[in-house]
C-alpha cells in the first residue's frame, strides 16, 4: 500500500527537516507543511475513501501513530529552541555592567538648616518645642507686649482668619505658650512655618524661622551673646566675627540685631577688587535679632520677676541663601528638582 509507506516515511523526513530548522519560525513553517490542514498527512487521508474496507482502519491507524511520533518530534525540537534561546540570553548578559540607580529624593534646603540648626542648640542644652499656625491673637501679639495699635498688626502684614484668629506672623508666640506650660529654667528652640501678607523677589506669604528661648535665674545679655556666638560659628564657620547692634522688638529689652563679618569677602567689603555682592561692601551681614526678654511677656505667663531671659528669632530661608550662595527666594518653593536636588 502505497499510503502505508508513505505515512513511515512522513516522520523520517520530517526528522531530517527539523535538524535543519534554527528559528521558531522555520518551525511554523515545518509544522504547518506536514501537520497542517493542506499538509502532507493531510493530503494522505485525503485518499482513505479511495481504499477498500479492510485497508482504511490499517492506514488510519498508521496516520495516527505517525500524528502522535511528528508532535512528538515537533515538541522536543521546540524544548531545544527554547533552551537555546536562554542561554543566549545568558551570553549576553553582563554582571560586571553598573546597575541602574533609581533617582533618590533628597532634604529641602530649608529641612536641612533647620535639622543642622536644631542640632547645634541641642548640644548647647536646648530641647525643641512647637507651636499652632493658626494661632490667636493674644498669643501673636497681646502676651508679647504688642499692643493694639502697633505697626506690626497692621492688616497689610496679618493673615487674619476671623476677628481674634490669625496665621501667625512669627515663632514668638511658642514662647509664650512654652513658659505657660513649662516653669523656669527652661531652654528651647522652635522651628516652624509663618505668614505674612507680602509676595515678591524677597518675600514669600509663608516662611520658616527658628526661635530661641532661655530663662532660668541670672541669665543675663552675656549669655545672649555667648550662645549667639556659638551657634552662628558653627553654622558659618569657627573665624565668622558677630556683632551686635542695638534695636528694637516689643518682646525684648534691651533688643539687639546681630551681624556676621561677610562669609564671602570675610569683611573686607570687596572681592577682586570688586564690591562684594553679599555684604554689599558693608563688610557684614545681618542674620537674627534677639534680646532679653521684656517684664510684661514674664508678666503675661505669671512668672516671677525674678527670672530673667533671652529671646531670639532668625529667618531659615535668609540663611539656607546665605549658606549656599541662593539668590532668589522663590526657588524655595517652586520645587523644581533640578534647584532641590543640589543640596
Ligand atoms: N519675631 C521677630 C520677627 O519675626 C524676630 C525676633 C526678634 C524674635 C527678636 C525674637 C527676638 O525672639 O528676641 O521679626
Redesign the pocket.
Known amino acids: 500500500m502505497d499510503q502505508i509507506t508513505a505515512l513511515e516515511s512522513l516522520a523520517t523526513e520530517l526528522q531530517e527537516g527539523l535538524n535543519q530548522a534554527s528559528s521558531f519560525d522555520d518551525l511554523e513553517t515545518l509544522r504547518i507543511a506536514y501537520l497542517g490542514r493542506k499538509g502532507r498527512l493531510a493530503a494522505i487521508m485525503l485518499t482513505l475513501p479511495s481504499l477498500s474496507s479492510e485497508e482504511r482502519p490499517l492506514v488510519g491507524q498508521k496516520a495516527n501513530q505517525v500524528k502522535e511520533r511528528c508532535n512528538a518530534l515537533f515538541e522536543k525540537k521546540r524544548e531545544e529552541l527554547v533552551s537555546l534561546r536562554e542561554q543566549s540570553a545568558l551570553a549576553r548578559f553582563d554582571a560586571s555592567l553598573p546597575g541602574r540607580t533609581p533617582g533618590l529624593g533628597s532634604l529641602h534646603p530649608d529641612t536641612l538648616v533647620i535639622e543642622e540648626i536644631c542640632a547645634i542648640f541641642e548640644k548647647l542644652g536646648f530641647s525643641i518645642a512647637q507651636g499652632p499656625e493658626v494661632e490667636i491673637d493674644h498669643y501673636n501679639f497681646e502676651a508679647l507686649n504688642i499692643p493694639p495699635d502697633h505697626p506690626a498688626r497692621d492688616m497689610q502684614d496679618t493673615l487674619y482668619i476671623k476677628d481674634t484668629i490669625l496665621l501667625r506672623t512669627?515663632t514668638?508666640p511658642v514662647?509664650v505658650r512654652t513658659m505657660e506650660r513649662t516653669k523656669p529654667p527652661l531652654a528651647v528652640v522652635v522651628p516652624g512655618k509663618v505668614y505674612r501678607r507680602d509676595s515678591d523677589i524677597t518675600h514669600t506669604p509663608m516662611f520658616h524661622?527658628i526661635?530661641g528661648l532661655m530663662v532660668g535665674d541670672g541669665i543675663t545679655m552675656a549669655h545672649l551673646r555667648g550662645i549667639l556666638t556659638a551657634f552662628v560659628r558653627g553654622v558659618f564657620g569657627a573665624k565668622t566675627r558677630v556683632r551686635f547692634r542695638q534695636s528694637f522688638?516689643p518682646?525684648?529689652e534691651p533688643?539687639a540685631e546681630v551681624d556676621i563679618s561677610c562669609f564671602l569677602c570675610g569683611g573686607k567689603g570687596e572681592v577682586n577688587g570688586e564690591p562684594c555682592r553679599v555684604c554689599k561692601s558693608t563688610g557684614w551681614v545681618e542674620i537674627l535679632?534677639?534680646?532679653m526678654v521684656d517684664p510684661a511677656v514674664f508678666a503675661s505667663v505669671n512668672y516671677p520677676d525674678t527670672v530673667s531671659g533671652f529671646?531670639?528669632?532668625l529667618g531659615v530661608e535668609r540663611i539656607a541663601m546665605l549658606k549656599y550662595g541662593i539668590g532668589d527666594l522663590r526657588l524655595f518653593f517652586e520645587n523644581d528638582v533640578r534647584f532641590l536636588g543640589q543640596f
Open positions: 512669627h514668638s514662647q524661622q526661635e522688638f518682646f525684648t533688643s535679632g534677639c534680646g529671646a531670639f528669632g
